[in-house]
């Protein structure tokens, strides 16, 4: 919210409203949704290429997670993308979007990594750089300890030297929120996956996987243009 999301606070209470077990118009929160313009349209490009709908599980896996249904997405879907869905009023403008579409890296997928190490913010409300990266991405990590509001969990933070990034190879603690009423059933020594410093969903052994395999995927594309 307010970042690739609608700005407004009512938006904001209903999507509250709804991730914590109230009962809410689906029309209403369909018309939130397409919203973030920084999010659904990935979310109808891998839906279309799979002949499902944007707000199926699967498909919200694949962008923020990773699944088999990025491999039906390709490069010139994801040049595509830019150039029909990012450049225009209140998002980039022409020559910064054509930028982007035209040195859009061989490697990358359409998954959440790549819009926070290549795209960024399109609505120019927050500049992804710097330790903001790490916060923005969606990051893994095994719980070692809950407490009130909050979960201690042990990952491996971004490393950034311009201007290459990587992923540490020694994982470190890091305190993230907890809103037991999104997930109430998380326990020790499972993986949870967390998003702007805020606990998401228990993740299985294949989803943490998949989840590191695009993202190193998509360091390893950007870094690709920086050599």
Not at 29 to 50: M, T
Not at 75 to 92: A, P, Q, Y
């Amino acid at each position: 919210m307010h970042f690739c999301g609608p700005p407004d606070n009512q938006s904001e209470k209903l999507v509250d409203d709804y991730l914590t077990g109230k009962r809410i118009s689906p029309k209403r929160l369909d018309k939130v949704i397409c919203e973030f313009v920084g999010v659904y349209p990935y979310l109808e490009l891998i839906a279309r290429k799979n002949n499902l709908e944007p707000l199926d599980e699967r498909v919200v896996e694949a962008y923020w997670l990773g699944n088999s249904l990025l491999k039906q997405v390709t490069i010139s879907d994801l040049k595509r993308l830019i150039r029909e869905n990012f450049i225009g009023e209140g998002k980039l403008n022409q020559q910064a979007g054509e930028r982007l579409a035209e040195n859009l890296p061989g490697r990358a997928v359409i998954h959440h990594s790549f819009h926070v190490f290549y795209i960024g913010s399109i609505t120019n409300t927050v500049k992804l750089a710097g330790k903001l990266m790490d916060l923005c991405r969606v990051s893994w990590g095994k719980v070692e300890s809950l407490s009130g509001q909050s979960i201690i969990i042990s990952y491996r933070p971004m490393i950034i030297k311009p201007p290459k990034l990587r992923l540490s190879r020694d994982e470190m603690e890091k305190e993230i929120k907890w809103n037991q009423k999104i997930l109430p059933k998380v326990r020790e020594n499972q993986i949870v996956s967390f998003h702007w410093n805020m606990a998401c969903e228990i993740l299985s052994e294949d989803q943490a996987r998949n989840l590191e395999k695009y993202t190193l995927r998509n360091i390893e594309a950007i870094n690709s243009l920086r050599s």
